[in-house]
Structures are given as structure tokens and as C-alpha cells.
């Protein structure tokens, strides 16, 4: 019963079942969940969770696709075609990309790559779905290490390998619903993702901006200026350099605009996304940043709505 209620709560809060009062046979959140993101409507983490950055997913698919009904919903995210889950066996090159990535800037700045640190961690980012519930999928594994896990059938999110859309002409960035949206020449929605932006709504950037770099695995210059509120920033008290990866603090990708030191990029922490974080960039999900950067070219638009001051 709490998953009907569930379902047809996202449902009825976007509209779905206006000409079709009449459920379909149960499905969970987490159906939902997984076949918006593989259809490129980000959901942030996959966690089985009735919440804002699944119903904004779902509002933007049924916009997108011109959907008014549950029938064509789930004809349309291809729910009765494809599994939810897979299994999925830990292997030595999954193992080769643990390492560390120190929380203090000084001890960030001398280890060769900001890593992934546990197994759980690296499924987490490379199947979109939480730490948590991961665990919940897999009882059967109560140690993580990777000794005990290489070579082991873990049960994730069945998320097949992201095909490249038609190219965005435009980005368009909403501040009172933490979205971002690619959109074609028609203005239609190609894809949606969950993000983050300025915890201060002066350092959002806006006016006119476009694409104008990308930079795939980039390091990070800490600069201890940017962090006046920290008092051990202020006692480093000079640049550093900290290298790429997964846990860098802008994560594995950095889109440039066209505004000096602002852009778009990954994140460390893809359970924050969907909330004001940043000092000012626009955030999202390691994985959603990479599937964006596939998706639009130098010069490629930015617009930013819902700013308090609108």
C-alpha cells in the first residue's frame, strides 16, 4: 500500500493521472527513478525515495515527451521492456581506482589523485545509486572490503551505457527548482538533471552566458581567499593545487563560462545536490556533468532563471 501511495502521489503531483484515475499494476519509486535517469532525467542519487528531485525528473519526462497519462509514461520510459536491476561483478580495474582523498587541502594537495575511498563509495558514482540503499540491495554482503568483494555479483541499477543526444542549443539553468535543462532548437527539454547553485544568491552568476571551456579530469587551485568563512583556509593562507578525481573538490568534469572562475561541474558529495551549496558555480552529480558535456559545444548558451532578484 505504501508504494501505490507513493507512485500515485508523484503522479498526481505532476498531472499524470488527470485522464486516468485508475493506477496500473504497482510499481516502486525506485522503477521510477531508474528509467528517468537512463532516459537522461536525473534523479541524483537512485535510492527508492519519493522525493523533489524524482518528481521534478518525472514533471520534466512527461513535459518533454508531451504525456498526460500513466499508460504512455511507462511506455514512454520503456518500464515493461527493460529491467530495473542488474548484477554486476567487481572486478581488478574497479579495484584500481580506490586510493585516497584527505578531507584537509594541505594533505589533498600531495597525493596523486582525489580517489574513490571504499568499494561502496566507486558503485555508488559509477551505478548513480546511493550508499545506502546500495547495501539494502546486497544483504548478502556484509564485507565491503575489497579483498572480500573482487570477484563478487553485486545486485545495482540496470544503467546501460549513455548514448549520446541530439546537441543542446541551449542551457537553461532554474534556481527555484535547482534544474538544469538541455533544450533543443524548439525549446523542447532533451534531457534534465538535479543541481546545486549559490549559497549566496549575489554569487550566482547570470546576464549573458555561454560555454566557453571543457575540461575533463580537472585538478583545483584552492584558493584560500574563496573560503573567507574558514578559519583553517585562512591559516594555509596561500594557493594549492589539488589533483584530479572523483573526489577533487569540482569533480571529474569542469564546463568554463564565459564569467571569470564560474562554471559548471561535478561534485564530491552527490547526496548535496538539489540545494544551495556552491560559492557559485552550478553543481551536479559526477556522473550527469559527463553525460551534459556529450551534449553541447563551445558557445553553446546559459541561462539562468529563478533568481530572488527577478
Not at 507513493?6 to 485522464?19: E, F, K, P, S, V
Not at 538541455?182 to 549559497?199: H, K, R, T, V, W
Not at 563560462?257 to 564530491?268: E, Q
Request: proline share 8%.
Amino acid at each position: 500500500m505504501k508504494t501505490i501511495i507513493a507512485l500515485t502521489g508523484i503522479l498526481l503531483a505532476t498531472g499524470a493521472l488527470a485522464q486516468d484515475q485508475t493506477p496500473l499494476p504497482t510499481l516502486s519509486t525506485v522503477d521510477w527513478q531508474v528509467a528517468l535517469d537512463r532516459n537522461g532525467f536525473g534523479v541524483g542519487l537512485i535510492d527508492d525515495k519519493d522525493g523533489p528531485k524524482t518528481r521534478a525528473a518525472l514533471t520534466d519526462f512527461r513535459q518533454a515527451r508531451g504525456i498526460t497519462n500513466e499508460t504512455d509514461l511507462r511506455t514512454g520510459l520503456a518500464l515493461d521492456r527493460v529491467p530495473t536491476f542488474t548484477n554486476y561483478t567487481v572486478n581488478q580495474d574497479d579495484m584500481d581506482q580506490l586510493g585516497e582523498a584527505p578531507s584537509n587541502w594541505l594533505a589533498a594537495s600531495e597525493v596523486t589523485r582525489m580517489a574513490c575511498e571504499s568499494v561502496p563509495e566507486f558503485l555508488s558514482a559509477k551505478h548513480h545509486v546511493s550508499e545506502g540503499y546500495l547495501l539494502l540491495l546486497n544483504p548478502g554482503i556484509a564485507d565491503w572490503s575489497p579483498t572480500n568483494v573482487l570477484g563478487k555479483s553485486v545486485k545495482v541499477p540496470c544503467l546501460p551505457p549513455w548514448k549520446n543526444r541530439a546537441l543542446a542549443t541551449r542551457i537553461a539553468v532554474d534556481c527555484r527548482r535547482f534544474r538544469l535543462r538541455a533544450l533543443d532548437a524548439e525549446g523542447q527539454i532533451i534531457a534534465s538533471f538535479p543541481c546545486s547553485i549559490a549559497m549566496a544568491e549575489k554569487k550566482a552568476p547570470g546576464g549573458e552566458l555561454k560555454v566557453v571551456v571543457f575540461a575533463p579530469n580537472p585538478n583545483y587551485t584552492f584558493d584560500p581567499l574563496n573560503y573567507p568563512e574558514s578559519v583553517r583556509a585562512r591559516k594555509i593562507g596561500h594557493k594549492l593545487i589539488l589533483p584530479a578525481g572523483p573526489n577533487n573538490p569540482v569533480g571529474d568534469y569542469w564546463i568554463g563560462l564565459n564569467l571569470p572562475g564560474f562554471g559548471i561541474h561535478g561534485t564530491p558529495h552527490p547526496e548535496s545536490i538539489g540545494s544551495r551549496e556552491s560559492h557559485g558555480c552550478f553543481r551536479l552529480t559526477n556522473w550527469d556533468i559527463l553525460r551534459l558535456s556529450t551534449m553541447i559545444t563551445a558557445g553553446t548558451p546559459v541561462e539562468v532563471t529563478g533568481m530572488e532578484n527577478e
